[in-house]
């Protein structure tokens, strides 16, 4: 079997095809929730459209929009953070480093209080003060701005907080916690928007509040993790290194300089519309991403996934395992996102409804507009932004650099100004479309000059250095979903073993260990519940050193454990695991994103 074929041997799986599997259950079993947490700054903006049109005025929504520059902005830097350690912190789990994970804990709140309570400082003076003039000419839009400000300043800490907190939830298999915070603040946004806005009046201040508020409720319920005994990582421990934000920051920005760039880009469209559309462009813009954002937050849930089991990946240096999280994205998550678009472009019309109810407006036939075009935006950028957070991980700063400046700035920035004019609003909007294809067509010809041929294939895409990983050599992958695969699991790996020269005694002890966990897997895992169970096994030969890894889907389970339990009844009883860790070198256990990973060094 080639490497990367996917298709059944015989009636059975092949290992790539197992892989594969893992990889698709993973990724769709931590989506939901990723997505959900994506989400709820979308259903801020969401939520405060719904009551600055209906229950406030055209005004808010204006402030609305004018002040979503700065919510990109504080999102670029809480993200540079995050995607940072995230991306470090997922290495240091393929290596198997908890220790180094405590440490850039424990550093990256500390640094994102700091920065977060100095923003909020400068947001609150910004709209105190009235020093917002370079945002609008409209008076009337400004003062309304101005009061919206100081009510998001508020709740500016918790938000950058909760941020970080996420990755480290999912390192720890507590994704179900950002799902139960993110309900927690759709709830009490939605409750306290209903009291400030309609039933005490408060109008723009209001929505704010509101939204801040729940922002405190989200991040409470993260913290009260970290702060109980089950929490492996804790706030205070570790030791702090500098060095270590330096490389923290420069790692996470090129992954959040798009969002950075969306800052510039949306203050230069702003102005546009401003200056050849009028402050109800602004609202229409603004109300269509508002309500596509919810839809985006999927894609951004797709890149969170990815962007964790991307750079485990490529701290163990599992190439196939790599080029499975993309071919995911391909054959599931963009169609998955087609799908959705043609869904948004029927509904356009009923969905402006719920923002503005008179079908004449100027502002109405916009947003209907806007949403039809924006929404064919998601499957180029989901294609592109995977691809970005691959490369991200992999170091190829340049090219992540420049995605993101042609992405975030150049090309929307660019193709509005010289749009708008003879298209007037719709010309922004076509601006957006443009820019997906222009990032595809960047990943492509990248590719293309790299390798100095057209890229045919995933990894060609990726342009993956020959020697990363082990090559399908010095590597022997096997699928196991049954009892009688897990017990031929001893003869494939004893033979592979005495093909690379390794001596006996060694290649009886690796295909043993081997044995022995695929059938405790098979026979203590698969019965625990009614689903369809996968392990996936992979013994590496490099170097001189034979490693082996067996991987499964199945409930959390420490051989380690097992092994410390005698039976004086039954003597036999973990037998196999009790001398498993008595003969072996190193045996290390982890369960990351719902997955079961024992790697064996002999």
Sequence with gaps: MKNGTIEKQNGTMTPEAGNLEIIRKTMFRLLPIQVLFAAVGSVNGLVSSYFATNFVGIDAMTAVGLYSPFTLLISAIATVLAGGCAIICGKYLGKNRIDKIQD???????????????ITLIIALRGAFNLTG?????????????IYMIGQAIGIVPFMLSTQLAPFLSLESMSKRTMQAGLVYVVMNLILCFIFVQVLGLEAFGLALSSSLGMWALFAVEIQYFLSKKSNIKIIGGSANLGEMVSIITVGFPGAATTLYLTIRGLIVNNLLDTHVGVAGISAFATANNLLGIFWAIQAGMLIVSRLLISVSVGEEDRSTLVNIMRVMARYFVPLIMAVDVL????????????????????????VTAIRILCFCMPFEVFASI???????????????LLALLDGVICVAGFSAILIRPMGFSGASVANLLNGVVCVLYVIVFAWVFRKRIPLSLEDLMMIPADFGASEDERIDITVRSSE?????AEKIQEFCLSKDIDQKRAYYAALAMEEMAVNIVEHGFTKDDKAHTIDVRVTHKDGKVILRIKDDCIPFDPKERS???????????????????????IEYRNMFGLNVLTVKI
């Design 344 to 367: 948004i472009f029927a509904f356009a019309v009923p969905l402006t409804h719920i923002f503005y109810k008179d079908p004449s407006q100027s502002v109405y036939t916009m947003t």
């Design 485 to 489: 695969e897990a017990v031929a699991v």
């Design 134 to 146: 370079m945002l609008t000419h409209d008076p009337e839009a400004r003062q309304v701005l101005n």
């Design 104 to 118: 850039i804990f424990s550093m990256d709140l500390l640094v994102t209080t700091g920065l977060a309570l100095a």
């Design 564 to 586: 410390s339990v005698f039976n004086p009844d039954d003597p036999s009883k973990n037998m196999g695991i009790r001398m498993i860790y008595r003969i072996m070198e190193e």
């Design 387 to 401: 691809f970005s957070c691959y490369e991200q991980i992999s170091g190829r700063q340049f090219y992540v650099n």
